[in-house]
């Protein structure tokens, strides 16, 4: 295994590994799915779990309850006078469905050729308990960390984490920092350790239109009642021309340039469009003309159909005039763009073109800030050479296009700078049937992370 800079916490690590590798099995084991409301007893066991962890590794912790699912709070605060850092995960995951696509049972973690099998595994329990070892190793090993450290894991952020921002706000002398570090994102190619420099933000909508008040005999009224199906289908494709653009007025005003050096990184990444393609399984790619993969990926904002429903969809023919038609829809952001902006801009354009013989309605579910990193100072310093240390090779920095709501909200609330470092990988089928983290990633990450504490406490001291 890489990695081979051996010191007393690599050693720890090793040693415990057996039971620490049992421990996440546990947490992998419990289905806290934030979305259903049926799971949320799951998802207080998770926040307990997370908070008999975090003191397991010395650390002291409590479950503070919010109006949806818990946020657990740990604290080691015994490097007086040294910077305080705060380090964030999610314990809740997404839905396992469609389960018949899983190879082994979601909420069974299962190894297969080097990775761990189960919904949660990289996203991002895995990723979550890898820091609370790293701190482990130090406090079981040296009784002390470099530097003051908050530990703060939050239930929902696979839908919105709509309580959060309001808890950092009203808590925010509990979590003061000089910074934040979050691992719940991917390495850019395996053995490439990778520091994330953007993600982009989210505004998801509802969209809802009613015709007729029950389905009706599409050959008794079918021509002169107009079809809510139909309706919808022409809504959403008003929203994109051929080329990719997003159709919606104002859609890309407050996209803000992004610096040459940033693109001209991204275009120097050894990214292959092919190799991507096929990990989707699509026909071809597509998506906005005029920008590489990546730039569409990290650097552009979008809009998607996320779900369609309408009418009859079970076996065989029926012959109906659906009274109702609902699409899920929503927009990757990125910065200046703001859920708010897109939302306003959206009802907008819905209500200039819906056709007319139908109620249109939209609702918004939730939404997050995008966000971009500076990329200087003590904490980005200190992450590559623990990065580079303990995977071999110097980092790259990558975009994402996925989307963490909290992150700008931390460095607004808390004006401390966010380091994103994750230890997934390209293929890891987060959100999707047969999630994995590769295991040699989940040990190398606990030694980074270890080794990261080391070259913060260092570095925050020499400025
Ligand atoms: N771990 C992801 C964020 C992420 C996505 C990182 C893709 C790297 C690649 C996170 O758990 C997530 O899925 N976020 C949601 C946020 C949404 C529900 C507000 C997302 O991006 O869909
Ligand atoms: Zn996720």
Redesign the pocket.
Known sequence: MTGSVKSDLTDYLEKTYPQTRDELFDFLRIPSVSAKSEHNSDTAKAAEWVRSSLETAGLKAQVFPTPGHPIVIGEWRGAEGAPTVLVYG?YDVQPAEPLDLWTSPPFEPTVRNGNIYARGSV??KGQLFLHIKALQAHLATRGKLPVNVVVIAEGE?????DNLEHFVEEKKDLLAAEAVVIS???MFAPGQPSILSSLRG?AYFELIVEGPTVDLHSGAYGGAVVNPAMALARILATMHDEKGHVMIEGFYDSVREWKPEVLAGMRKLPFDSETFRKETGAPTLGGEKGYTVLEQLWARPTLEVNGLLSGYIGEGAKTVLPSKAMAKVSCRLVPDQSPQEIEKLILAHVQKVAPKGVNTSVRFL?G?KPWRAELNGPLYDAARRALATAFEKPPVVVG??????VVGDFERILGAPVLLV?FGLPGEN??APDEWMSEENFRIGMRAIAAFWDEYGVASKSC
């Open positions: 999610h996203d991002d952020e696979e839908i919105g984490s719940d994102s991917a989210l939730h997050g994402e296009g996925g989307s963490i709501p994750g987060a959100h």
